[in-house]
């Protein structure tokens, strides 16, 4: 495969490859057959779908704040092949559930949401009595590369920035421990991921390309907002392409998971 197939024109073609086992493992203990599940973030549904064979006949409904994310979900999941799995449009902060799901889990979503405490509180609102929140998050400020490009080191420092000023917490991860207490939460562990790839590791290209869509997504946004220019983004994006194909080429990713749960 050619390094830009994989990618989609939209950026969302690095996600496909996930699976819960290489990328969020902590959630498969709590997976048995008929337990209900509230995915937030669903994203294009790829971990959604997988839940949903996994716990089948247990409902599973993924959401996302994202219409084209569902939108995509849906093509990938047609109506009724998977008849316990739907998705909808929909902000978790502004969401009415009440003690429906066994599960609620948002798996590098709270990223992306302004005020994630609501969003946690609303996720443990969901949960039935005894039944669990699970959250996994980067923490981004942790994040390394072995000899990046430049253009790339600048791009990282104004997408941070760039997240910073729209009120997201870029280190999110540390904090979420603190956030599910807040959210009256008990029993609450965190496990730290560190997941160190080299070029040529199997997990190589899904962890260093989601640098890449980022460049391609957030990267035009962040060209909007006039954080950068679109030659400067180019150059980030060629730069850093380039810089998958070298055989010294390495990334470290600092993430956690808490699982956490509702009296």
Request: proline share 5%.
């Amino acid at each position: 495969m050619k390094l830009l197939d994989a990618f989609s024109a939209d950026g969302t073609g690095v996600m496909t490859p996930r699976t819960l086992a290489n990328s969020h493992p902590c959630l498969l203990p709590l997976l048995r057959t008929g337990t209900s599940v509230l995915d937030v973030g669903c994203g294009p549904g790829t971990l959604t779908a997988e839940i949903a064979k996994r716990v089948h006949p247990g409902s599973v409904v993924g959401m996302d704040c994202n219409l084209e994310m569902i939108r995509g979900a849906e093509e990938r999941n047609r109506p009724g092949v998977l008849p316990n799995l739907i998705f909808y449009t929909g902000d978790i902060r502004e969401s009415g559930w009440d003690g429906e799901f066994d599960v609620a889990n948002a798996a590098r979503a709270l990223q992306w949401i302004a005020r994630p405490q609501i969003a946690i509180a609303r996720m443990a609102r969901a949960a039935r009595s005894g039944g669990h929140v699970v959250a996994l998050d980067y923490d981004h400020t942790r994040a390394r590369w072995v000899d990046p490009p430049s253009a790339w080191t600048r791009f990282h420092e104004a997408y941070l920035y760039w997240r910073r000023a729209r009120g997201l917490d870029n280190a999110i991860a540390r904090r979420l421990p603190r956030l599910f207490e807040r959210a009256g939460l008990v029993d609450v562990r965190a496990t730290g991921q560190i997941t160190t790839v080299q070029a040529g590791a199997p997990d190589f290209f899904r962890v260093a390309g989601s640098c890449r869509m980022i460049i391609e997504s957030h990267g035009r946004r962040m060209v909007g907002d006039g954080l950068v220019t679109e030659g400067e983004r180019r150059e980030a994006l060629d730069d850093f392409t380039e810089w998958m194909k070298d055989p010294d080429a390495g990334q470290t990713v600092y993430e956690s998971c808490v699982i956490g749960r509702r009296p």
